[in-house]
T-cell receptor, first 116, second 115 residues
Framework: EAGVAQSPRYKIIEKRQSVAFWCNPI?????LYWYQQILGQGPKLLIQ????????DSQLPKDRFSAERLKGVDSTLKIQPAKLEDSAVYLC??????????????FGPGTRLTVT | KQEVTQIPAALSVPEGENLVLNCSFT??????LQWFRQDPGKGLTSLLL?????REQTSGRLNASLDKSSGRSTLYIAASQPGDSATYLC??????????????FGQGTELSVKP
């Protein structure tokens, strides 16, 4: 079974530039998450999708971050414009949720963003 | 607000030693708890998931316990090996539909096993 795919793996940009990350979840997983992990900290949820719909984006800085999940499969996360404090690893995860049962979240390799 | 704390932040042990990593959480109303491993520059690998109705889970040399009432979980690693060197993260999930199913993570314990 293929895992969660993310690209690019690394990205270096200057502040005020734009950047986009892509995620392809495990086939059949309806739930998709984007987490931000700053160096030395645990991941923090940015946004969660259930199929096409947003379930939780309460910690997404909406003035500069946006995300979409077209057709309930792939997702993109965009930052525009980037700030120095956005330097982090951006992790995508997916899980299979059926009725009221939650399953494990499977994580991709992440995209390491450096803003200079 | 749920907070997750892991102690110690870093741990260095000689090969072959048994060790315990600790995780505590402030809100006992959780749905499940997961332990993850993260190698440098890599994503997270799920090690064990404990449902709220369970008290422990085992996989190979790993054993995780959960005590909801006290807000604690431990990860026990038996006969540690240099290949176990990584950062270990615990995360709690409060619910699915009412909380969105997000994981709330601790800051991790960085483990180094010396040959």
């Amino acid at each position: 079974e293929a895992g969660v795919a993310q690209s690019p793996r690394y990205k270096i940009i200057e502040k005020r530039q734009s950047v986009a990350f892509w995620c392809n979840p495990i086939s059949g997983h309806a739930t998709l998450y984007w987490y931000q992990q700053i160096l030395g900290q645990g991941p923090k949820l940015l946004i969660q999708f259930q199929n096409n719909g947003v379930v939780d984006d309460s910690q997404l800085p909406k003035d500069r971050f946006s995300a979409e999940r077209l057709k309930g499969v792939d997702s993109t996360l965009k930052i525009q414009p980037a700030k120095l404090e956005d330097s982090a690893v951006y992790l995508c995860a997916s899980s299979l949720v059926w009725r009221r049962t939650s399953y494990e979240q499977y994580f991709g390799p992440g995209t390491r963003l450096t803003v200079t | 607000k749920q907070e997750v704390t892991q102690i110690p932040a870093a741990l260095s042990v000689p090969e072959g030693e048994n060790l315990v990593l600790n995780c505590s959480f402030t809100d006992s109303a959780i749905y499940n708890l997961q332990w993850f491993r993260q190698d440098p520059g890599k994503g997270l690998t799920s090690l064990l998931l404990i449902q709220s109705s369970q008290r422990e889970q085992t996989s190979g040399r790993l054993n995780a316990s959960l005590d909801k009432s006290s807000g604690r979980s431990t990860l026990y690693i038996a006969a540690s090996q240099p290949g176990d060197s990584a950062t270990y993260l615990c995360a709690v999930q409060k619910g699915i539909y009412n909380q969105g199913g997000k994981l709330i993570f601790g800051q991790g314990t960085e483990l180094s096993v010396k040959p």
